[in-house]
Nanobody, 124 residues
């Protein structure tokens, strides 16, 4: 069992930065690939970024490449999402999720555990 708790969301102006954190409970955090996903009002949830169990491999949605960076610290059971050059279209609830099969970008329904989400609002 893995419990995930996101933090770090908030209101920021366009062009600004935020750093999201996702703290995981449980001893097996390092066995899971981790992902960040988001859901904007009226839209479907979508993949943002993923990271392998050891942190060596990452994947990004085209819309965030070059602006967002995913990382993890397995000693702290935490995964991060550094978001720079934020745009109003990045406004969404951001979720972290864990995939026990180790995939960088799993089908949304395949993630084993989800956090409760943290709101990110980017004003123009």
């Amino acid at each position: 069992q893995v419990q995930l708790v996101e933090s770090g969301g908030g209101l920021v102006q366009a062009g600004g930065s935020l750093r999201l954190s996702c703290a995981a409970s449980g001893r097996s955090f390092s066995n899971y690939a981790m992902g960040w996903l988001r859901q904007a009002p009226g839209k479907e949830r979508e993949f943002v970024a993923g990271i392998s169990t050891g942190g060596r491999n990452t994947a990004y949605a085209d819309s965030v490449k070059g602006r967002f960076t995913i990382s993890r610290d397995n000693t702290k059971n935490t995964v991060y999402l550094q978001m720079n050059s934020l745009k109003p279209e990045d406004t969404a609830v951001y979720y972290c999720a864990a995939d026990r099969l180790g995939r960088l970008s799993a089908p949304l329904r395949s993630y084993d555990y989800w956090g409760q989400g943290t709101q990110v609002t980017v004003s123009s």
